[in-house]
């Protein structure tokens, strides 16, 4: 009888642990946005998120190509590794380039003359989050992000520019209203992009990004942001780091232990996609390993 109690007691200790950790991943929840909270996962969770993109009107002027954009395999593995640090890999599986038109770019591209479309895998990022100050009754949280870029993609496709970036930003975080039904957060920070036709060129670009989360009900979220990259210098840009921004604008629905997403965008730069729309799912584990303390 004792042992069955004992065993009872364990199974809703852990019960109990697996929704805290659930709790705690929901305030930390972003897809479909891009812009960057300040909460991180419970130490020894993970966050698994999929999706699939499709844009109108892309371009890539450093090969020449404009057209519409899918993604496919919008992939985010986040995993909490101490109570104020996440270390995080994102990238795009496979990228589908239904071209509209076609002139002549920077970059000497393998797709055949009277190709009317061409695919390449995205470009992955690397990034660690440290949350360094929680939220007080009149102070935000604060937090950064740093991160690497990798050169995965094959600049002959004319879809990636198979360079190594480098960025850091700082997160900013606040939340309103009854329980917190309201989070807002924001970043601001520096990217170091190379330009890839020029020699020994880089442009340092100003990264940005405004976004909430409102709480409906225990279901439904409804997230809104303005994110993007803006060029620093004078003139125009180096090929390759021109300034791109949009607005998101969607959903979360919690359903059988996962958590849907889709929201509409809206380019806001003359490089940036006319608009699109996103749609993934998002899975958090509870606890599956012990971080080395």
């Known amino acids: ?93 496979q990228n589908f380039l239904s071209i509209n038109t076609r002139t002549p770019g920077a970059i000497p591209l393998g797709i055949a003359a009277g190709a009317n479309s061409t695919n390449d895998t995205g470009d992955f990022r690397l990034a660690t989050k440290i949350k360094l100050r929680n939220e007080t009754r009149r102070g935000p949280s604060l937090g950064f992000k740093f991160g690497v870029e990798l ?15 480098a960025f850091g930003m700082m997160l900013v975080g606040k939340k309103f209203g009854r329980d917190g039904r309201l989070n807002t957060f924001g970043n601001l920070g520096l990217g170091i992009y190379t330009a890839p036709t020029q020699l ?25 942001e303005v994110n993007g990259r803006a060029n620093t210098r004078g003139g125009a840009a ?7 921004g949009e607005f998101r604008l969607g959903l979360q629905v919690k359903a059988a232990g996962l958590r849907f997403d889709a929201a509409g965008i809206k380019g806001l730069t003359d490089f940036s996609p006319r608009s699109g729309v996103t749609f993934g799912v998002t899975y958090d584990t509870p606890s599956v390993f012990t971080p080395v303390k």
Do not use: C, W
């Not at 995965?152 to 970036?165: F, K, M, P």
């Open 238 to 244: 180096p090929l390759g780091t021109e300034s791109r």
């Open 151 to 165: 050169p995965n993609s094959n600049e002959s496709r004319g879809l990636g520019l198979n360079q190594t970036n």
């Open 1 to 93: 009888m004792k042992s069955r109690s004992t065993r009872l007691a364990r199974t809703l200790a852990a019960l109990a642990f697996a929704l805290t950790s659930a709790a705690v991943a929901t305030r930390a929840q972003q897809r479909p946005l891009l812009t960057e909270d300040v909460d991180v996962l419970q130490p020894g969770s993970l966050r698994v998120q999929v999706g699939i993109d499709f844009m109108q009107d892309a371009k890539f002027p450093a090969s020449g190509l404009t057209g519409d954009l899918t993604r496919v395999g919008v992939i985010g593995v986040h995993v909490g590794l101490s109570p104020n640090v996440e270390f995080s890999i994102e990238g795009v599986a």
């Open 200 to 224: 020994f060129t880089q442009n340092d670009m100003l990264l940005y990004g405004l976004g909430g989360i409102f709480r409906v009900n225990k279901t439904v979220n409804i997230a809104a």
